[in-house]
Each structure stands twice: as C-alpha cells, then as structure tokens.
C-alpha cells in the first residue's frame, strides 16, 4: 500500500509569511499532484509534477518534486487569508487504473 | 457549467435507510471515482469505473453499490445506512492515458442520524 504523508497537519500563520509544506512516501509515483480544497468544495487541482527534480512555480506558489519522485513540497510566498484552505498531495502510480493516493492534508490558516 | 455535478449536496436521513447520491461529468473522460472524505479530511477512494467497468473497489462494504449507466454517469446506492456513513462523499472523473489528474464535484455531505 503507497501512503503520502504530509507535515504539518495544521499550521496557522500571519499574513505575509513564508511556509513549506512536505509531502513523502517511501514509494516512487510517476506523478505527483496538489489540490487545495475550500470548505463546502471538492479538491481543485494546483499542479502536477512529473519529473524527478522537477520545479513548477504558480504566482506564490512553487512545487518541487524530489529527485527519487518519492517526495514533493509545496512553498508559498508571503501568504494572503485567499491562501487559506486544505492543500492535499497526491501520488498517481501509473498503470492503466490512475488510482490516485492522497495525503492527509495540510489546514492552512492565515490570518490577516 | 459545472464539469463534474453530484445531488444532492445535503442529505440527512435515519439509521437503516437507503439513499443514493447521483454524479454527471460532461468533461468526456472515461473513468469516473467515488471517494469518501472523513471527519478528518481524510479523502479515500471507493471505487473507479473506466468506461463502465469497475475497476477499483477499495474493500468497501456491499451496503454500497456503485453503477455506471454510461461513462458521464456513476451513483452510489447506498444500503441500511449505519452512522458511521457520515461523511462526505466525492465524485471525481479523469481521462486514463491523459493527464493523470482529477476533477472533483462539490461532495454530497452526508449524515446518518
């Protein structure tokens, strides 16, 4: 069974900081994706990562995923209240199926 | 237009019902997904259907039967509701050989008193 793990659980900060978020597994994915989810939505798809090494960046927010592709991070510049929500990684591990894993979650709070 | 719709988006109902929960995709994909999100956020998938056929049933109990009339649809029947069906449930659709990404309706949150 392939488990993501993602740290923190809960992290609550100011407007204008700087966070990372982990994602890892001791398992390879061919891709790995981040989706943040508002309350009362379904997870929105942020970015896929395919390439080991690979960085994408989205305004703010930069993806890396590790060079083994059994990892990834999530770093957010200076944060606004709209970045707030659940951001979720997820591993797909290829094949015919496109199961998807998902980590636990990382509840983001940031106040103004 | 919503890409991939569930209804209903509440549902309250008594211990030993049975109630089913409807999803559409109008994204073209052929591979539709069921999964359950706890009180913890927690997201795990049910079930996938690739063009019809089931192709992932995650251990989940028989009071749950999925079906897939045509590729832009799959329900979810649920049979004799226990408590501890509450959560909420999520449709999500993708296109197998595309890229391996999904798209989510807004979840049916579900709660069985």
């Known amino acids: 069974t392939q488990l993501l793990e993602q740290s923190p659980q809960f992290l609550s900060i100011q407007e204008g900081e700087n966070l990372t978020v982990y994602c890892n597994s001791s398992s390879v994915f061919s891709s790995l994706q981040w989706y943040r989810q508002e309350p009362g939505e379904g997870p929105v798809l942020l970015v896929t990562?395919?390439?080991?090494?690979e960085v994408k960046k989205l305004k703010r927010l930069t993806f890396q995923f590790g060079d083994a592709r059994k990892d990834s991070s999530l770093h957010i510049t200076a944060a606004q209240p709209g970045d707030t929500g659940l951001y979720l990684c997820?591993?797909?591990?290829?094949?015919?199926?496109?199961?998807?894993?998902f980590g636990k979650g990382t509840l983001l709070t940031v106040n103004p | 237009d919503t890409a991939v719709s569930q209804t209903p988006k509440y549902l309250v109902t008594q211990m030993g019902n049975d109630k089913s929960i409807k999803c559409e995709q109008n994204l073209g994909h052929d591979t539709m997904y069921w999964y359950k999100q706890d009180s913890k956020k927690f997201l795990k998938i049910m079930f996938s259907?690739?063009?019809?056929?089931?192709?992932i049933n995650e251990t989940v109990p028989n009071r749950f039967s999925p079906k897939s009339p045509d590729k832009a649809h799959l329900n979810l029947h649920i049979n004799s509701l226990e408590l501890g069906d509450s959560a909420v449930y999520f449709c999500?659709?993708?296109?197998?050989?595309?890229?391996?990404?999904?798209?989510f309706g807004q979840g049916t949150r579900l709660t069985v008193v």
């Open positions: 997820a591993g797909n591990s290829g094949g015919s199926n496109y199961k998807l894993t």
């Open positions: 990562v395919v390439t080991g090494g």
């Open positions: 259907y690739n063009n019809k056929e089931l192709i």
């Open positions: 999500a659709s993708s296109q197998v050989g595309g890229k391996p990404e999904a798209f």
